[in-house]
């Protein structure tokens, strides 16, 4: 029988190395150094590098899921809208047809303008609307100022031109009022801003009053609800213009209802006389009144007898 051997003897060198290689065969982790952006990094053997096609598959596959997502994310939170108004598009047409059979040769075949007229982009629907309502445009001659006169189109081709120029580059657009809103408008406030902004040209009782250079404010005596905030709005001839920021559209609708209640309104001392204010009722006064005590003095002198 042989006695175990002594853990502290020395072991042959051949069986050390043949037991290192078997280690290492049977071992998947062996290690070398593999040099990776400047510095040395242990490598697995047996791994393959990653080719080119994957990383483009890869890349494919990224990119997809991203699209992806953004398609998902667009149709959750873009924007609703809606078709275009067929009716819409047939009144700017024919908006289009009747601006350049009747306002072209001024203003431009593109409203671009002209020498004979302004440009017309961006003036906006309300702007197209107050000129064209009120027969102002088209222009029945040069002078200093456009006067009011009987409407050259019908309402419906009114509009149809004015959503034509709207669609020029946009603008103020038509304002709309209700019966509704003259009646529930604050009169009384109305009152107190038409005599702290209009009535220094357009006169206490909207009949209008003379300017300089042969222009005029004109009478307020036809003009519609609708033609007054329009004006407020756009500024016409030499109007200034009164923006939100003055004038909001609750004050402008309340101004608007006091002119319509104003001129509508009965005189409890007799006749108006045109409500033209002092001037034509000292006139009278003096022409009637003291003519008329003239002429009865006269004629009680002739009647005594010298």
């Not at 060198?13 to 593999?34: F, I, M, N, Q, Y």
């Not at 982009?121 to 009120?134: E, K, L, N, Y």
């Not at 009987?150 to 031109?161: G, M, N, V, W």
Request: aromatic share 4%; hydrophobic share 40%; charged share 20%.
């Amino acid at each position: 029988m042989t006695p175990p051997a002594d853990a502290t003897e020395p072991v042959d060198a051949s069986v050390t190395e043949l037991v290192d290689a078997d280690d290492e065969a049977a071992s998947p982790v062996a290690e070398r150094p593999v040099r990776v952006r400047g510095r040395l990094t242990p490598r697995v053997r047996g791994s393959r590098p990653v080719s080119a096609k994957r990383r483009r598959r890869s890349s494919a596959l990224v990119l997809s899921l991203a699209l992806l997502a953004t398609g998902v994310l667009w149709s959750v939170f873009a924007p609703t809208g809606n078709a275009a108004d067929p009716t819409e598009s047939e009144a700017v047409r024919n908006g289009q047809a009747l601006y350049l059979q009747g306002c072209s040769t001024c203003h431009g075949l593109n409203a671009s303008g002209t020498q004979s007229g302004p440009s017309l982009i961006g003036v906006g629907s309300a702007a197209v609307d107050f000129q064209v309502s009120t027969g102002r445009m088209p222009l029945a001659g040069a002078a200093a100022q456009a006067k009011r006169k009987d409407p050259s189109y019908s309402q419906t081709q009114i509009d149809q031109i004015a959503a034509y120029i709207q669609t020029l580059g946009g603008g103020l657009e038509k304002p709309t009022i209700t019966q509704k809103e003259l009646a529930d408008a604050d009169m009384a406030f109305g009152g107190e801003l038409y005599r702290s902004n209009c009535a220094q040209c357009h006169q206490v009782a909207g009949q209008g009053a003379p300017l300089t250079y042969g222009k005029y404010a004109p009478a307020l005596t036809n003009a519609t609800p609708e033609q007054i905030l329009e004006a407020m709005r756009v500024g016409p001839e030499s109007m200034p213009v009164f923006g939100q920021g003055q004038l909001d559209d609750n004050s402008a609708k309340a101004i608007a209802a006091y002119i319509v209640a104003s001129r509508d309104a009965t005189s409890p001392g007799g006749d108006k006389l045109g409500a033209y204010g002092p001037v034509p009722e000292g006139l009278l006064a003096i022409l009637v009144g003291i003519g008329g005590l003239l002429g009865v003095c006269l004629w009680i002198g002739a009647r005594q007898k010298v």
